[in-house]
Every structure is written in structure tokens, then in C-alpha cells.
């Protein structure tokens, strides 16, 4: 059998009120064409690009090597610990447990939360969402709104959301490039004003909207809101932002250490040799800036600025090395799961 390797796929552009023209004009990124010729998503509002997906209907497809064409449920069925690793396939079955994006949040975010693993599990037979945002640029006006002031309550968030002022209660960030935000899974949250963000998730797509910025009181841009199912999984305590935001430290540095996924921030100046001593799962990527190769087995793999790739756990060894000044990458990896850590179950 052919050795596994390194894989790129091909992003999935996805168009959102909120989004903007900087992932096609300034990453990249492309936007495929219809049957009739016309794109199949304006390129003007694309919020998101899901890079590494095995959501239904959204699935990542393999877009370079022997596997080319196929997608990630494809490689889990048939490969499966020797993609995540065997202590990782022990917990998510043939499950690939992450779901890495990149956003462009250029108008306004609906102010929203995500369920726990117990709240999604019992209601809805999927993981929660518990997620991590890496700020790759921002404009001078940008914002993020993250977790409450102070301790709040279900009633007077409720009224809030009503009356539209939901945004007074949040704390109010203005983002600089190398911000991180841990987002854990009950906390409120929503951007505005121009930020690329690089986003890393349970494999979810539950979101609950309380508060939509006034879009949901109009016929022409009303979205399905979700303010009495989210009530009770918010934690309404006042955020402590010592806990959940930072900035990068420069060299290498831990910015992500929890049950779902750990991260590290590493300014790529030599090349960095990596074993599965080191790290058990497999490891993704993320070029935030500059440009790196990654060779493994004899092939180089290249990953350019706003790419990702995936490095299977069945590589045993390899190395990323920079091809710019400046470069920066994100390692994502999976820490060790144990029987305690609480992942949902089917």
C-alpha cells in the first residue's frame, strides 16, 4: 500500500451577509463557477472558506497526490487511525474531529453562542463547539465582542436582544494582528468592522443567533434566530479575559491547550523538525503569513500564505521549513484523550 502523505484540499468559499473580498482578492482564494458560467457565490461576500471540513454536505476533497478526488470521509473510512492517530480514533470513530476555517468578518457577525458537548450530544446527536480565533489581520475600526462585563442574567440578556442593545452587556475588543481569542463552548461572542480571522472548532456547526444587529427585523435580510434555545447554554459570569485572550509571543509559544484541540504560534525563522515522539495525532497547518514546504518521506509539500494542510499521523517525521522572511504558521494537533475528558458519545 502507498504511504499517506501530506494533503492540501480544496476550499469550500462560502457567502454570508457578513463577508467581504479579502479571501478571494487578498488570499487567494477561489469561488467556483456554475453550470451557466456565473459564480456560485458572490465574491464580494464570501465570509468564510472552509479549509479542512467533514461536515455533511460540506466535506474537504483531497486536491493533490495519489488521493486526489477524494474526500475526507473517503480517507477516514479507509485509513482511519492512521489519519488522526490511534489514541484520536479511539474517541471520534471515523469522525475527523476538527473543522478549520478562515473569515473575513467585514460587516457585522450576529451576536451568537455555541452549545457544550452534553447540550449538542443530548439534543442533537453531535459535538458541541468549542472554538479558537487567531486574528491574521484587522483594520483600525475592527471589533470583537466576547463574553460579558459583568455577571449577567438570562432576563436581562433576553431584554437586551429585544431591544437591541445586546452589544452593551459584551466586552468590546479592537483586534490586532497576533490577537487569539479562546472561545469555549456557552460564551457569547460576535466581530464587526473588518477582521481575518483563522478559525479552529470541534467538528460542529451548531450556532445559536440571539441578536442579529437589526437585520432579523427585516423581511429582505431576516436570518432564522435562535434566542430561547440559546439561553441555557450561555454562561452568563463575567469573561475573564486573562484566560481566554492573548497576544503571540514571538519564536514558538503554546495559545491553545484544551480538551479539543491544542495549538501552537511559531514564528517559522529554521526549519523545525517534528516527530510523533513530539506530537501522537496528526498535525494541520495553518501559513498565516509568509510561506513554508514541508518535506516528509522525499516530497516537498508547499503551503502558502492563507493555506492549509494536513499531516497524517501515519508520518512518522518530517520538516517545515520557512521559504520567507516573516513566515508564521499555527500547529494544530489533538492532545491525549482519556476516558475522563467528557467527549459526546454516540
Known amino acids: 500500500m502507498k504511504k499517506l502523505y501530506p494533503f492540501k484540499f480544496a476550499p469550500y468559499a462560502k457567502e454570508v451577509v457578513w463577508g467581504g473580498s479579502s479571501l478571494v482578492s487578498g488570499f487567494g ?5 456554475r453550470e451557466d458560467g456565473n459564480p456560485s457565490a458572490d465574491p464580494a461576500h464570501i465570509g468564510e472558506t472552509w479549509e479542512v471540513s467533514d461536515m455533511p454536505g460540506r466535506l474537504s476533497v483531497v486536491s493533490n497526490g495519489f488521493l486526489a478526488g477524494n474526500d475526507i470521509s473517503d480517507l477516514m473510512e479507509t485509513y482511519m487511525g492512521e489519519i488522526v492517530g ?5 474517541y471520534y ?11 473575513d468578518i467585514c460587516g457585522r457577525l450576529s451576536v451568537q453562542v455555541h452549545p457544550d458537548d452534553v447540550t449538542a450530544g443530548e439534543r442533537y446527536g453531535s459535538y458541541g463547539k468549542t472554538e479558537f480565533w487567531y486574528v491574521i489581520d484587522a483594520q483600525p475600526d475592527a471589533e470583537v465582542y466576547m463574553g460579558f462585563k459583568r455577571d449577567t442574567s438570562a432576563a436581562e440578556l433576553y431584554a437586551a436582544c429585544k431591544a437591541g442593545t445586546a452589544q452593551e452587556l459584551m466586552n468590546v475588543f479592537h483586534p490586532k494582528k497576533g490577537d487569539y481569542f479562546f472561545v469555549e463552548a456557552g460564551t457569547v461572542h460576535a466581530a464587526a468592522g473588518g477582521v481575518i480571522i483563522a478559525e479552529v472548532q470541534e467538528s460542529s456547526d451548531i450556532t445559536f443567533r440571539l441578536y442579529d444587529w437589526g437585520r432579523e427585523n427585516n423581511p429582505a435580510t431576516r436570518r432564522e434566530m435562535h434566542l430561547e434555545e440559546a439561553l441555557d447554554c450561555i454562561d452568563f459570569k463575567q469573561y475573564d479575559e486573562s484566560k481566554y485572550h492573548g497576544h503571540t509571543e514571538k519564536g514558538i509559544c503554546n495559545i491553545a491547550s484544551c480538551n479539543h484541540f491544542g495549538i501552537n504560534s511559531i514564528d517559522l ?3 523545525r523538525n517534528v516527530n510523533r515522539d513530539e506530537l501522537e495525532s496528526f498535525v494541520v497547518y495553518i501559513c498565516t503569513e509568509g510561506g513554508a514546504e514541508i518535506d516528509a518521506d522525499g516530497e516537498t509539500y508547499t503551503l502558502g500564505r492563507g493555506e492549509t494542510i494536513l499531516v497524517p499521523a501515519a508520518v512518522d517525521e518530517f520538516t517545515v521549513r520557512p521559504v520567507k522572511e516573516g513566515t508564521h504558521v499555527l500547529e494544530v494537533y489533538l492532545p491525549h484523550i482519556t476516558e475522563t475528558d467528557g467527549y459526546f458519545d454516540e
Do not use: G, S
Open 29 to 33: 482564494k477561489t469561488v467556483p463557477m
Open 86 to 90: 490511534d489514541n484520536a480514533f479511539d
Open 93 to 103: 470513530n471515523i469522525q475527523f474531529p476538527l473543522l478549520i476555517k478562515l473569515l
Open 269 to 271: 525563522t529554521a526549519p
